[in-house]
């Protein structure tokens, strides 16, 4: 125990790192268990588009969305969402609804708020359309 004590006080920062770190993974843990929006698979997406009726909601610029989205996706910018500015979308509300971005790190916020007016099922796309296109999995062009 002693030497514990030691190399904590010889290496304080190092510590002190190590516990936020500790501290950082068990709140991202338990905020992902009771979250009502979940991070699913392309193959879990896939299932849920083909066999749930599942609206895909692209939260990237416009351009973006030209340059490639998945087959059926409705583009609503997340700052449209973050406005409340949801008409476009409103009747798929009990639907399941798949948020995708660039790379999945920027729709987890659109998707909690979606969840948040009443949308039922909503998910997050895992490493949003960069991972779709990835995997070769079709994208449409245009639009």
């Known amino acids: 125990m002693q030497d514990i004590m030691e190399f904590a006080h010889n290496h304080l920062v190092l510590c002190l790192a190590w516990v936020v770190l500790l501290v950082l993974v068990i709140v991202t843990t338990f905020k992902g268990l009771f979250s009502k929006v979940k991070t699913i ?14 609206v895909v909601v692209d939260v990237r610029s416009r351009d973006d969305f ?10 609503l910018a997340a700052a449209e969402v973050k ?4 008409t476009e979308i409103e009747k798929f509300k009990d639907q399941p609804v798949i948020v995708a971005c660039a790379t999945g790190q920027s729709a987890g916020e659109a998707a ?11 998910s997050v796309l ?3 359309i960069s991972g779709w296109n990835g ?3 079709p994208l449409v062009r245009g639009k």
């Open 112 to 122: 909690a708020q979606l969840s948040a007016a009443g949308f039922t099922q909503v």
């Open 41 to 54: 698979s392309r193959g879990e997406a896939t299932h849920l588009i083909n066999k749930a009726n599942a």
């Open 126 to 128: 895992k490493e949003g």
């Open 66 to 75: 030209r340059r490639g989205h998945i087959s059926g996706a409705v583009n």
């Open 83 to 86: 406005k409340g500015n949801l």
């Open 135 to 137: 995997e070769n999995l």
